[in-house]
């Protein structure tokens, strides 16, 4: 435990079952929190700068989040869409007008050469968040989707095709020369607990893992390292994992969770319903852990958080890790 009596935790997270994970650590009275997130679905949108896993962190973490839809700010309006679809523009990507105060704010702090670290940090703050939102890179990194059609970008396959092709294949420009943020080494480095939140395997964890030095950085720590699994029952909550690791020829359920994160986490937590696939979970390296996973409140949302850092820091779980 830190000098300030706190336990410091390292979230490794994407948009929405990310921000829940962050929420529920957040709430945690004995927990420091710092969330390194994802930046490979961020693009460029009406001449702004989006970063939708960043700010759906954000918006939750400051608790102004649309909790009806999982991402967007609460109370809404679209004017600024309605005049840009009425000019002609294509207004596929839902962005609400207080939405695109941030992208604008964001987009002349990039123009005026500001670090996307410095700036994530700086509207982390603004809305109040006491957790520290770490991007992986500060560089640009896009995930890309090969459909039967071509290639997209991920917000085309994601929003405008609402998932709708096949994956046939997944790739992300400029990782393999990303660097790594100081911020995020430090955040793993500096780290009494990492967890892997409950985001798809393949276009939320992979580009933070992928970027150079991180998952080497995160087998190096010392620290214990715990997953939780997106999928109950072989369904994920939300989102398209289980339909893309399907195409992509790996198991959609837990068991291909622990596949992915084989020495990189030694414990998995899984739900009740997932039970039987303990055996198979543990054959691939990781102690399964039952237990109700489903973040429907903010309740449900602390209470695994706080199992999970009850199991960290329980005698035995530290031995294991020693």
């Given at each position: 435990?830190?000098?300030?009596g706190?336990?410091?935790?390292?979230?490794?997270?994407?948009?929405?079952?990310g921000?829940?994970?962050?929420?529920g650590l957040?709430?945690?009275?004995?927990?420091?929190?710092?969330?390194?997130?994802?930046?490979?679905?961020?693009?460029?949108?009406?001449?702004?700068?989006?970063?939708?896993?960043?700010?759906?962190?954000?918006?939750?973490?400051?608790?102004?989040?649309d909790?009806?839809?999982?991402?967007?700010?609460?109370?809404?309006?679209?004017?600024?869409?309605?005049t840009l679809?009425?000019?002609?523009?294509?207004?596929?990507?839902?962005?609400?007008?207080?939405?695109?105060?941030?992208?604008?704010?964001?987009?002349?702090?990039?123009?005026?050469?500001?670090?996307?670290?410095?700036i994530?940090?700086?509207?982390?703050?603004?809305?109040?968040?006491?957790?520290?939102?770490?991007?992986?890179?500060?560089?640009?990194?896009?995930?890309?989707?090969?459909?039967?059609?071509?290639?997209?970008?991920?917000?085309?396959?994601?929003?405008?095709?609402?998932?709708?092709?096949?994956?046939?294949?997944?790739?992300?420009?400029?990782?393999?020369?990303?660097r790594?943020?100081?911020?995020?080494?430090?955040?793993?480095r500096?780290?009494?607990?990492?967890?892997?939140?409950?985001s798809?395997?393949?276009?939320?964890?992979?580009?933070?893992?992928?970027?150079?030095g991180?998952?080497?950085?995160v087998?190096?720590?010392?620290a214990?390292?715990?997953?939780?699994?997106?999928?109950?029952?072989?369904?994920?909550?939300?989102?398209p994992?289980d339909?893309?690791?399907?195409?992509?020829?790996?198991?959609?359920?837990?068991?291909?969770?622990?596949?992915?994160?084989?020495?990189?986490?030694a414990?998995?937590?899984?739900?009740?319903?997932?039970?039987?696939?303990?055996?198979?979970?543990?054959?691939?390296?990781?102690?399964?852990?039952?237990?109700?996973?489903?973040?429907?409140?903010?309740?449900?949302k602390?209470?695994l958080?706080r199992?999970i850092v009850?199991?960290?820091?329980?005698?035995?779980?530290?031995?294991?890790?020693?």
């Amino acid at each position: 435990m830190s000098s300030a009596g706190k336990h410091k935790v390292t979230l490794l997270a994407g948009g929405v079952g990310g921000a829940k994970m962050a929420e529920g650590l957040a709430a945690l009275p004995d927990v420091a929190l710092s969330v390194i997130g994802n930046v490979a679905d961020d693009d460029n949108f009406h001449g702004l700068w989006v970063s939708p896993d960043i700010d759906t962190l954000t918006y939750s973490l400051g608790n102004v989040i649309d909790r009806n839809q999982g991402w967007g700010v609460a109370d809404e309006g679209h004017r600024a869409l309605e005049t840009l679809n009425k000019l002609g523009a294509d207004t596929w990507m839902s962005l609400g007008d207080r939405d695109f105060g941030l992208h604008i704010y964001r987009t002349m702090r990039r123009r005026r050469g500001d670090r996307p670290s410095d700036i994530a940090r700086d509207v982390a703050r603004a809305f109040g968040v006491a957790a520290e939102i770490v991007l992986p890179t500060d560089d640009t990194v896009q995930t890309r989707v090969r459909t039967d059609a071509g290639w997209l970008s991920f917000q085309e396959y994601f929003v405008r095709e609402r998932c709708a092709p096949e994956v046939r294949e997944l790739a992300f420009e400029g990782l393999g020369q990303a660097r790594p943020t100081p911020g995020a080494l430090e955040a793993v480095r500096a780290a009494d607990l990492i967890v892997i939140a409950p985001s798809n395997p393949l276009v939320s964890i992979a580009p933070i893992l992928g970027v150079p030095g991180i998952a080497d950085a995160v087998q190096a720590s010392a620290a214990p390292k715990i997953a939780v699994s997106p999928f109950i029952a072989g369904k994920v909550v939300k989102g398209p994992a289980d339909r893309m690791m399907q195409a992509l020829g790996e198991r959609a359920d837990a068991i291909g969770v622990a596949r992915r994160y084989r020495g990189l986490a030694a414990s998995l937590f899984i739900d009740h319903a997932d039970a039987a696939l303990g055996g198979a979970i543990r054959a691939e390296g990781l102690e399964p852990v039952c237990s109700r996973i489903l973040m429907q409140t903010q309740e449900d949302k602390a209470r695994l958080a706080r199992e999970i850092v009850d199991l960290a820091f329980a005698p035995a779980h530290l031995e294991a890790n020693a």
